[in-house]
C-alpha cells in the first residue's frame, strides 16, 4: 500500500510559479513510477507528468513540455512538480500517482496505469 499526500498549491498570478510536493508513504518509493494529473471543473483527468521509479526518464504532456518539471527525491519519499509560466488554462486539480515499477527506467503516461492516487492539491491561476 501506498499513500500519497500532496501540497504546494494555490492562487497564482499568470506567468507566476508554484512547486507542487507529494509525500509517499511506505519503505518503496524508489519502485514506483510516479506521475502527476490534473482535472479542470467538468473536464476529463489529463496526464500531466510521469518520472521513471530511479528518477532517469521522464516525460510530458506536450501543453506543459518546457514550463513544467517533474523531479524526485527517493530518500525523501517525495515527488516534486515545478511548474512556470503559469496560464489559466494550468487552473484544475492536480493529483500524483504511484504505480509498481517492474522495467527499470519505464514510465507510465495512462492513468489507467497507476493504482494509487492523492486527494489532490487546487492550482488556480489567475489571468
Known amino acids: 500500500q501506498v499513500q500519497l499526500v500532496e501540497s504546494g498549491g494555490g492562487l497564482v498570478q499568470a506567468g507566476g510559479s508554484l512547486r507542487l510536493s507529494c509525500a509517499a508513504s511506505?519503505?518503496?518509493?524508489?519502485?514506483?513510477?510516479m506521475g502527476w494529473f490534473r482535472q479542470a471543473p467538468g473536464k476529463e483527468r489529463e496526464f500531466v507528468a510521469a518520472?521513471?521509479?530511479?528518477?532517469?526518464?521522464?516525460a510530458y504532456a506536450d501543453s506543459v513540455k518546457g514550463r513544467f518539471t517533474i523531479s524526485r527525491d527517493n530518500a525523501k519519499n517525495t515527488v516534486y512538480l515545478q511548474m512556470n509560466s503559469l496560464k489559466p488554462e494550468d487552473t484544475a486539480v492536480y493529483h500524483c500517482?504511484?504505480?509498481?515499477?517492474?522495467?527499470?527506467?519505464?514510465?507510465?503516461?495512462?492513468?489507467?496505469?497507476?493504482?494509487?492516487w492523492g486527494q489532490g492539491t487546487q492550482v488556480t491561476v489567475s489571468s
Open positions: 511506505g519503505r518503496t518509493f524508489s519502485s514506483y513510477n
Open positions: 500517482s504511484a504505480a509498481r515499477s517492474y522495467y527499470s527506467g519505464s514510465y507510465y503516461t495512462s492513468g489507467n496505469e497507476y493504482a494509487y
Open positions: 518520472i521513471s521509479a530511479n528518477g532517469a526518464n521522464t
